[in-house]
C-alpha cells in the first residue's frame, strides 16, 4: 500500500481520536453503560465501513474479496483478544481503587500509547517474518503455549504485583496515595510526586505489551499484509475503551472466556506453524473464530444460574 494511503489513513484516526476526545472526554466525565454501548457501536460501525474501503483499495475483484475478509478476520481475531484485556484493566483499577469518574483519562492515555506501540510492534514483525519466514514457528508456539496455559488456569481477576513497579518508581518520585485529585503527578511541599493514576497507567501499558506478544502474532497467520494488520488491530484498539465500560460490569459472567481465548489461540497457532504444509483459507479462519466466540457465549449462558437456583 502507498504512502499516500497509510498517511491518510493516520489522519482519519486522528480525526476520529479528536472528536472523542472533544465531545466525550472531558474532565471527570464518566461513561455510563448505555453511552458506552453507543460508543462501541459507532466503533463497529466505522471498522465495517472501512472494511468496505479495503475491498475497494484492493482492486474490488478477488483481491478485494480476500483483503476485506483478512481485514475482518483480524478485526473479529483482536477484539475477541481483547476481551482478556478488559479484565487486567478491571483488576488493575480494583486493585488501585481508581475511582470510575478517572479511569476514562488513564484509558484514553493507555490507548493512545498502544497504537504506537502496536505500529512499531507490527511494522517490525511484519519486516522480520518477511525476511525470516523461519519465525513463524516459534511464534505459532507461543500461541499453542498460551492457549494451553489458559486452558490450565483459572478465570479470574488477579490484582498485579504492584511491588518491584512500585520500588523502582519510588526511586526517583515519592507516591502520592490520594486518589481524588485525578491528576497523574501531584506536588507537596515542592516535591513532585505520582499518584495511584500513574500507577494504574503504568501497570495498563505493561499489561498490553504483554497481550500484544500474543494478538500481533495472531494475525500473521491471516495475512502478513501491513496494512491490513495495522489498520484492523486499530480499529479494534481504538473501540477498547468504550468496550470495557460496556462490559467491565458484566464480562464475570463470561464463564468460558478463558476456554474460548484458549481454542482461538491454539487454533491461530497451529494454523501458523502448519502455514508452509496446509494453506486454510481466511474465510475458513473466520467462521472458526466466530464460531468459538458463538460457542463460548451460548455456555456461559447455559452456565449462568437461573433465579429459582438462586433463592
Known sequence: MGITIWIAFLLLIVGFVACDLGLFSRRSHEMNVKESMRWT??????ALLFNAVIYFLYGKGEEG???ALQFFTGYLL????SL?????ISAIFHHFHIPHRHQHRVLTIGILTAVVLRGVMILSGTYFIQKFSWLLYPMGALLVGTGIRFFLTKQEEKAPDERWIVHVI???????RSRDSGHFFTKKEGVRHITPLFLALLHIEIADVIFAFDSIP????????????FTSNIFAILGLRALYFALAALIRKFSALKASL???????????ILLPFVHIPAGVSLGVVAGIIV???????????TRGSLD
Not at 41 to 46: K, M, P
Not at 84 to 88: C, T
Not at 218 to 229: S, Y
Request: hydrophobic letters at 60%; aromatic letters at 12%.
Open 41 to 46: 457501536a459507532l466503533w463497529i460501525v466505522l
Open 65 to 67: 474479496r480476500t483483503a
Open 78 to 81: 483482536e477484539k475477541s483478544l
Open 84 to 88: 482478556d484485556n478488559i479484565f487486567v
Open 170 to 176: 519510588s526511586s526517583f518520585w515519592p507516591v502520592d
Open 218 to 229: 495472531a494475525i500473521f497467520a491471516i495475512t502478513l499484509d501491513p496494512f491490513i494488520i
Open 262 to 272: 484458549a481454542l482461538i489461540l491454539i487454533y491461530i497457532g497451529s494454523k501458523m
Open 295 to 305: 460457542g463460548g457465549i451460548v455456555v456461559s449462558s447455559l452456565n449462568q444460574p
